[in-house]
């Protein structure tokens, strides 16, 4: 069938839904996408900016490594305005960390990750705030993004492939007719009225709140709102991202944003991702283990204190550091017998662009599309141009 005869609606304006509507849109479908809250309102305006290289999984879950690491190197190409490629260290500050530094050394091998070696003397020379007890650093092609920038990035280039974009627009139900999920019943938060879009297909981004969306079709998705704590303090002390030598683990990693150092994160799981209460003892976590890398971190003003939840795929009884940090789209009419609905969660926003190519394989073979996804090599329009198309 034509492509733009078909019609799909997303549902989630963060880094998942924005990549989803782009994909969808440069295949030539006509995609609305509907948000509750402001672009990047979610999770993911509100994360650790951090454009994994994947060193953080590259021994324990390196299918999130290889993801990573292959996303980074796309997004360097297709979004250069929306990042910063400032690298990262892994620095070694204990004994023990020197012990990792070789399992490390052999994930980044397996996982392709391209790395470097550095004595302690050449780290502190390059980052003058790393701690004394520094006993080495491995280089790594981290990076920092703008988490709300590069949404509306993908969203200001799918707008200009005929997308239509309605934030503070939320959905309260979902038409289901016959066993198919037809159109969604939306409330508009700005002129507070209510009213319908049909469709063909509905597309469930809406992360750590899928699971409530996915409920209107009296479906289950197993996601597990897992929140991490951050903390983010006056003035930049690194110039790289400063990771700890240590299989991932809470505490273990300042990102510099702008003007700001960012410490993280922890993680446990919740039910309700919209009020999530800031645990003190975690917030302490974070200083005393970001200062252990970066010393005047315990010395300086916090600008302010956050707390989001992680989309993740798996079951709330798991060990939280446990669950996989990939993806996975579910058809729903394979799994559950709905037709026209499809759950894509889990990920990074640093997978947003595979996450979002493979939903529109799906949806695309679902609909009878044949068309291929081009993102991979379509540079994006600039944020910049989000208003104005
Ligand atoms: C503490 C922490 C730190 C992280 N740090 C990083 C990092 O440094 N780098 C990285 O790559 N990843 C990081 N992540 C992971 C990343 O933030 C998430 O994987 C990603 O943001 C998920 O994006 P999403 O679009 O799936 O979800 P969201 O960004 O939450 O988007 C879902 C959207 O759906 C909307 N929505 C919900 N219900 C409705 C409704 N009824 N109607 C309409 N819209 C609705 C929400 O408002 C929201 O905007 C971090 C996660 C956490 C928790």
């Given at each position: 069938m034509s492509a733009e005869r078909l019609s799909v609606v997303v549902i989630g304006a963060g880094s998942t839904g924005a990549a989803v509507a782009h994909d969808l849109a440069l295949r030539g479908l006509a995609v609305t996408v509907v948000e509750r809250g402001a672009i990047a309102s979610g999770t993911t305006g509100r994360n650790h900016c951090l454009l994994h290289s994947g060193g953080r999984y590259c021994v324990k879950d390196q299918e999130s490594a290889v993801e990573c690491i292959e996303e980074n190197m796309i997004l360097r190409e297709i979004m250069p305005h929306s990042l910063e490629l400032n690298d990262g260290f892994f620095v070694a500050v204990s004994d023990s960390d020197m012990d990792y530094m070789r399992k490390f050394l052999e994930g980044c091998e397996a996982c392709e990750i391209p790395y470097k070696q550095l004595t302690a003397d050449e780290a502190r020379q390059q980052e003058p705030y790393l701690s004394e007890n520094t006993l080495a650093a491995v280089a790594v092609p981290d990076g920092v993004f703008e988490p709300q920038r590069m949404c509306m990035a993908f969203l200001a280039t799918a707008k200009k492939n005929n997308a239509v974009v309605k934030p503070f627009t939320e959905v309260v139900g979902l038409h289901v007719t016959g066993g198919r999920v037809h159109g969604v019943r939306v409330w508009d938060r700005i002129s507070l009225t209510e009213y319908d879009i049909d469709t063909d297909l509905v597309v469930n981004a809406a992360g750590p709140w899928a699971e409530e969306i996915s409920a209107m079709a009296n479906v289950d998705v197993p996601v597990v709102p897992t929140p991490g704590v951050m903390v983010s303090m006056t003035g930049r002390y690194a110039h790289k991202v400063i990771n700890r030598l240590?299989?991932?683990?809470?505490?273990?990693i300042v990102v510099p944003q702008r003007e700001t150092s960012i410490i993280g994160t922890s993680s446990w799981t919740v039910d309700n991702p919209d009020y999530i209460e800031i645990l003190e003892d975690h917030v302490q976590m974070m200083y005393d283990r970001g200062s252990e890398m970066v010393p005047i971190l315990n010395k300086v003003e916090p600008r302010g204190i956050f707390v989001v939840a992680r989309p993740l795929i798996?079951?709330?009884?798991?060990?939280e550091r446990e669950i996989a940090r990939t993806f996975q789209c579910f058809d729903h009419a394979q799994?559950?017998?709905?037709?026209?609905f499809v759950t894509i969660a889990g990920g990074k926003t640093t997978t947003a662009r595979a996450m979002g190519e493979t939903t529109a394989d799906v949806v695309c073979a679902k609909l009878g599309v044949d068309e291929p996804c081009r993102t991979k090599t379509t540079r994006l329009l600039s944020y910049r141009a989000f208003y104005r198309i």
């Open positions: 240590n299989v991932s683990s809470d505490g273990d798996g079951s709330a009884s798991e060990d799994r559950d017998n709905v037709e026209g």
